[in-house]
T-cell receptor, first 114, second 114 residues
Framework: DAGVTQSPTHLIKTRGQQVTLRCSPK?????VSWYQQALGQGPQFIFQ???????QRGNFPDRFSGHQFPNYSSELNVNALLLGDSALYLC?????????????FGPGTRLTVL | AQTVTQSQPEMSVQEAETVTLSCTYD???????LFWYKQPPSRQMILVIR??????QNATENRFSVNFQKAAKSFSLKISDSQLGDAAMYFC???????????FGTGTRLKVLA
């Protein structure tokens, strides 16, 4: 049973560019959350997707957007990249619309913005 | 706004000894959940233990247990019989009931000495 997978593992972009990160949830999970983890910090909640809709959002600008597909996989898009967007981006999935208890995390995508 | 504070950036423990990691939180809600997550150097975060605020009994998972002091808004993690594989970043997290946003602390790096 595959856990949460994310791609790519690492990514290097320059300021002003756009980036798309991908996440496949654990089998049986229907809810995907995205987090940004800056170096030396705890994860910060970006948003959560359920039934292909953004259900809750943290304090992130509109440059951060997402999508969930019918197979429950998800994308995180960041436009107009800033140096401060450099971080580890974590995806987490859970079951039953997030009411099923534990969320499982993926290994993350390390984004470096130059 | 809810906050989670971990005041110990780093802790060390001898193998087979016991260590306690501290976490305090601030909330005016009565319905919430608390979690401890472990993030090993390979980065994939895993759930160690969870506590529902309405439960008075402290949660226990094998060598891991919590001391949940609701009035003091304290949620510490005790690791007994520490093993080398326990070395990791440990994050305390909070989620308000009925919402999907997890709020994480800044983490405590645990070193286990052989």
């Amino acid at each position: 049973d595959a856990g949460v997978t994310q791609s790519p593992t690492h990514l290097i972009k320059t300021r002003g560019q756009q980036v798309t990160l991908r996440c496949s949830p654990k089998s049986g999970h229907d809810t995907v959350s995205w987090y940004q983890q800056a170096l030396g910090q705890g994860p910060q909640f970006i948003f959560q997707y359920y039934e292909e809709e953004e259900r809750q959002r943290g304090n992130f600008p509109d440059r951060f957007s997402g999508h969930q597909f019918p197979n429950y996989s998800s994308e995180l898009n960041v436009n107009a990249l800033l140096l401060g967007d450099s971080a580890l981006y974590l995806c987490a999935s859970s079951a039953k619309g997030g009411r099923g208890g534990e969320q499982f995390f993926g290994p993350g995508t390390r984004l470096t913005v130059l | 706004a809810q906050t989670v504070t971990q005041s110990q950036p780093e802790m060390s423990v001898q193998e087979a000894e016991t260590v306690t990691l501290s976490c305090t939180y601030d909330t005016s809600e009565s319905d919430y959940y608390l979690f401890w997550y472990k993030q090993p150097p390979s980065r994939q975060m895993i759930l160690v233990i969870r506590q529902e605020a309405y439960k008075q009994q402290n949660a226990t998972e094998n060598r891991f247990s919590v001391n949940f002091q609701k009035a003091a808004k304290s949620f510490s993690l005790k690791i007994s019989d520490s093993q080398l594989g326990d070395a990791a970043m440990y994050f305390c997290a909070y989620r308000r009931g009925g919402t999907y946003k997890y709020i994480f602390g800044t983490g405590t790096r645990l070193k286990v000495l052989a």
